[in-house]
């Protein structure tokens, strides 16, 4: 519990008040708090982190602007993944079939050079699949496949996607 409130502290002043360019020190506050990251990374300074030790980011991932990551379980960013701004990852909801309503979480992982547009939501248990493309404000509550542009309320591919020139 004092884990969490230091890292609530140090978010909100070192971690927020840091130049914009200075994402290796945003890294390195997170390997503080047991994050594991691969260094080159990009993660803005407005970024939320609930638990930096359940995220894991590889080399030239990026956490944009305004991104919520609500990690109750772990959140992976592989190699040259990108959460555009106000993204929000949350891995966690209730069972609302029991009256107690008890927490269920699940991991998130988005693959190898998916790219995610702006104010999109992703839910628990998701992989979004290498080389994907989710367009902006979609609703991603399943499994997106690899090589596809993915579009929707909920999200739903739509097209192929091409590896890039």
């Known amino acids: 519990m004092l884990g969490r409130w230091l890292w609530l502290f140090v978010q909100s002043t070192l971690f927020r008040w840091s130049p914009r360019p200075l994402h290796n020190f945003r890294s390195w506050l997170l390997r503080c708090f047991g994050a594991d990251i691969t260094e080159p990374v990009v ?4 970024a939320k982190i609930i638990f930096p030790k359940n995220l894991s980011l590889a080399a030239h991932s990026m956490v944009g602007p305004h991104v919520t990551l609500y990690n109750l379980a772990p959140i992976t960013l592989e190699y040259g993944a990108n959460l555009s701004q106000n993204c929000h990852l949350c891995t966690g909801t209730h069972d609302f079939m029991r009256w107690t309503m008890p927490l269920i979480t699940a991991p998130i992982v988005i693959g190898r050079n998916a790219w995610l547009g702006a104010e999109v939501f992703v839910g628990p248990g998701v ?3 290498e080389l994907s493309v989710v367009g902006a404000r979609s609703v991603v509550v399943k499994d997106l496949p690899a090589h596809k542009i993915c579009v929707g309320h909920p999200c739903r591919p739509v097209k192929d996607r091409l590896a890039p020139k």
């Open 43 to 46: 993660i803005f300074p407005t």
């Open 127 to 129: 992989i979004i699949g």
